[in-house]
């Protein structure tokens, strides 16, 4: 079968890391779970203010394209999709799909996150055919709904200068903030449920592109 992955940056303290939601093999994507590279367990820093965010995705590529091939070897380059989690969002919606964006032209689940790029999105780092999907709460973190719109605001500048038809662009670059709920609490229950309960249904909403049910 044609392999691909599921990359998942956790939120701040690592919750996702250890809960690992994305353990059960998904549309033929294989789970992996990334740890950040600090005593805190945080990606780029804290809060909105994420300055670590550039050396950490670039650790994160290199361990996709570096390491991860000779640990697993035979899975498809071409198919790694990436999930951000609370401050694993804001790293990559910063950093990540600003920097390596080329590099990974898959997709990216966005959950209860999202930060401006310092510079914006450059040509070329969102492809054709990413598919984009961002999902936030009604009673998200104040700080985050300044920034998660901000984000969204960068991704569609982005795809935007890619004269995709309507239509297309519609269902590949997505934003859902309806359910009711806390800071990731998307079955309006809690944090690890909610997020389960997104990440669980990954092929859903970012291959089929379908609303995701219990949400």
Not at 69 to 95: D, I
Not at 149 to 170: F, K, M, R, S
Not at 173 to 194: I, L
Request: charged letters at 10%; a negative charge; proline letters at 7%.
């Amino acid at each position: 079968a044609d392999m691909g992955l599921n990359v998942l940056l956790h939120g701040d303290g690592g919750q996702s890391f250890f809960a690992m939601p994305n353990a059960k093999l998904d549309n033929n994507l294989i789970g992996v779970t990334v740890l950040a590279p600090n005593a805190q367990m945080k990606w780029g820093g804290v809060g909105n203010n994420r300055p670590d965010a550039p050396q950490h995705v670039t650790l994160v590529k290199d361990l996709v394209t570096q390491v991860l091939p000779q640990m697993m070897p035979g899975f498809n380059p071409n198919k790694v999709y990436f999930t951000g989690v609370s401050g694993g969002s804001l790293t990559l919606t910063t950093a990540m799909i600003p920097m390596f964006g080329n590099m990974f032209q898959s997709g990216y689940l966005i959950l209860c996150g999202g930060l401006a790029s310092p510079n914006g999105i450059p040509a070329g780092a969102i492809g054709p055919n990413t598919r984009i999907h961002f999902q936030t709460t009604t009673n998200e973190l104040a700080f985050l709904q300044t920034s998660i719109p901000q984000a969204v605001a960068d991704v569609n500048a982005a795809v935007a200068a890619l004269g995709l038809p309507v239509d297309q662009a519609a269902k590949q670059f997505t934003f859902d903030g309806t359910p009711t709920g806390g800071h990731c609490a998307f079955d309006g229950q809690a944090f690890a449920s909610g997020i389960q309960a997104m990440v669980s249904q990954f092929g859903t909403v970012m291959l089929q592109s379908q609303p995701v049910a219990g949400i």
